[in-house]
């Protein structure tokens, strides 16, 4: 008995440990809403397991007192399970009361944060992210894939929507989770107070791959933010060398071109992720592998067995041609 104990005891410890650190957890928090999101959590539960722990000891209390049958006489007894039943249900409806009234302020508090001063448009595929910036004061709009950069600090306002079947986003460090639903343009805010890069993740089952279909958000300073948009600003970058010029041309006479866009050459595709600057993102696949070239050129030779079901058909390449279009992709930064 004691040892079962100290087992639950460690795996209940490790297991919440766990579960309070990284770059995925809602305990972890370092967003605004995500931080109303936590207090709600933490609060409900307190109260939970308080109820929890009366019940237990009256219950305990009632078994110890009726061992032996000494039961009080009856019409006391009756009066003190009037009472009883009466606290009862007064206790339910205050504690009801209470999470109805806490959870509508916070869910309130969450909308407000709404009014955002940068809007990045996101659409679900499946099963990769696509988000489009919008904004005002960097002039063109442009995509990315499974990737997100904000500016620490700033109220981001986060437009959802999909074209295919539901998917739900959710960067648990930093806001709540809000579905895209087809035909229907949801909002969500995201303010995080911390440089970082946290992870998100489809959180409403889309088919095969939902569970590869994850996305980072990268918070930095205002700087490195501007910085970064004024490189996805430009178009791809010439080819540096013959072997990447040579990938270029793969890529351009190849099927490659017809599902993806590479801005500044003839690659206007928009079935498959924006490869314009696809060499400066941290991941390929939704998060499947870090990028290199060496990954760059696995995904080409055979999508279809490192993501089995994802929208990117096998296009047969030749060894050399594979080198080729590889080194151009990783150039693209
Ligand atoms: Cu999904």
Redo the contacts with the bound molecule.
């Keep these: 008995m004691k040892r079962l104990i100290a087992i639950l005891v460690v795996a209940t410890g490790s297991f919440t440990l766990a579960a309070c650190e990284g770059n995925q957890s809602v305990l972890d928090a370092h967003g605004s809403s995500a931080v109303e999101l936590k207090q709600l959590i933490i609060w409900i539960v307190a109260a939970c397991s308080l109820v929890w722990a009366i019940v237990m000891v009256v219950l305990i209390w009632a078994l110890w007192r009726s061992r032996g049958g000494r039961f009080p006489a009856r019409s006391a007894a009756d009066q003190r399970m009037t009472f009883a039943v009466i606290g009862g249900v007064a206790a339910t409806v205050v504690v009801i009361a209470g999470f109805t009234i806490f959870s509508f302020l916070t869910t309130r508090a969450l909308s407000e944060a709404g009014s955002g001063d940068l809007t990045i448009k996101i659409s679900?595929t499946?099963?990769w992210w696509k988000a489009t910036y919008v904004n005002p004061d960097h002039l063109p709009s442009f995509d990315i894939a499974n990737e997100l950069h904000i500016p620490v600090g700033r109220n981001i306002r986060l437009l959802l929507a999909t074209d295919d079947?539901i998917?739900?986003l959710w960067v648990p460090s930093l806001a709540g989770k809000q579905d895209l639903i087809p035909g229907r343009s949801n909002q969500l805010a995201i303010r995080a107070d911390q440089p970082g890069i946290y992870r998100g993740q489809?959180a409403?089952?889309?088919?095969l791959q939902?569970s590869h279909?994850a996305i980072l958000v990268i918070v930095e300073s205002e700087v490195a933010f501007d910085r970064w948009v004024d490189l996805q600003n430009l178009p791809a970058a010439e080819p540096g060398d013959a072997e990447a010029r040579a990938g270029e041309l793969v890529f351009l006479t190849k099927p490659c071109a017809a599902c993806h866009t590479i801005r500044g050459t003839d690659a206007k595709g928009v079935t498959g992720p924006d490869l314009t600057h696809v060499g400066s993102r941290r991941t390929i696949g939704a998060g499947l592998f870090d990028t290199t070239r060496g990954s760059l050129a696995a995904w080409i030779a055979d999508p279809q067995t490192l993501k089995p079901g994802n929208n990117m058909p096998l296009v047969p390449l030749s060894s050399d041609e594979l080198r080729q279009v590889s080194a151009y992709l990783a150039s693209l930064q």
């Design positions: 679900g499946q099963w079947v998917h739900s489809c409403e089952f889309c088919g939902h279909m």
